[in-house]
């Protein structure tokens, strides 16, 4: 068996892999005490990108566009304040976003560094799996690097999904709205194309 520690990048699923890790008691994310950081960020921990880890390290990277999406749905949930029919549409979106980018440019860590590229994620990140195929993705991660346990996605119930009853997606950006999350999060298109024309994890990829 090779130990995997895990690269949390915020609204990449990592809360269910949290979870399915710790049912088979690899703790990894929020669940694992044993990493360290080494620059100061006001977020949680495991949610800081200069956590350092001890062995191969593995990531989920998802297309910008979507991820935003699965942010504001987020927001929407913690805004208990507000109803979802008031907020839940695409004029509100794109102010969000608008809004959203703009205080990130002054503050990257406020949204407990949701808002973070994920390329500053990614450089101690060995193992990226694309989120888009992560059910088949992980399956063939875990079977290689963990083949005396029999760990699925499917383990756990999946969790932080957004909003069910806020069907909001990337078709309600307007032409400007997502040409600003793409130029503010540049490097992560260019990440996420190359996360795309890879294959599903091999055994040479992870040099098993």
């Keep these: 068996m090779k130990r995997l520690d895990f690269i949390h990048i915020p609204k990449t699923g990592g809360t269910t892999i949290e979870d399915v890790g710790d049912k088979h008691h690899i703790k990894w994310g929020r669940n694992n005490r044993d990493s360290n950081t080494t620059v100061h960020h006001k977020c949680s921990t495991w949610h800081n990108p200069s956590r350092s880890f001890d062995h191969t390290t593995f990531c989920v990277i998802r297309d910008p566009l979507d991820r935003m999406v699965s942010e504001y749905k987020d927001q929407l949930k913690l805004e208990k304040h507000h109803s979802q029919k008031e907020w839940c549409n695409s004029s509100h979106l794109n102010d969000w976003v608008v809004h959203t980018l703009t205080n990130n440019r002054r503050n990257p860590d406020h949204h407990d560094c949701h808002l973070l590229t994920q390329s500053d994620f990614t450089e101690s990140c060995d ?4 989120f888009n195929r992560l059910d088949k993705d992980f399956n063939n991660l875990m079977s290689k690097a963990y083949k005396d346990k029999n760990i699925t996605i499917g383990d756990v119930p999946k969790k932080n999904v957004g909003s069910a ?5 990337v078709d309600d950006f307007t032409d400007n709205v997502r040409n600003l999350i793409l130029e503010e ?3 992560d298109v260019d990440l996420y194309e190359q996360i795309k024309t890879r294959s599903v994890v091999t055994d040479d990829y992870l040099e098993l």
């Design 165 to 169: 009853k806020c069907n909001v997606s």
């Design 127 to 130: 193992i990226k799996l694309d």
């Design 185 to 187: 999060y540049a490097a």
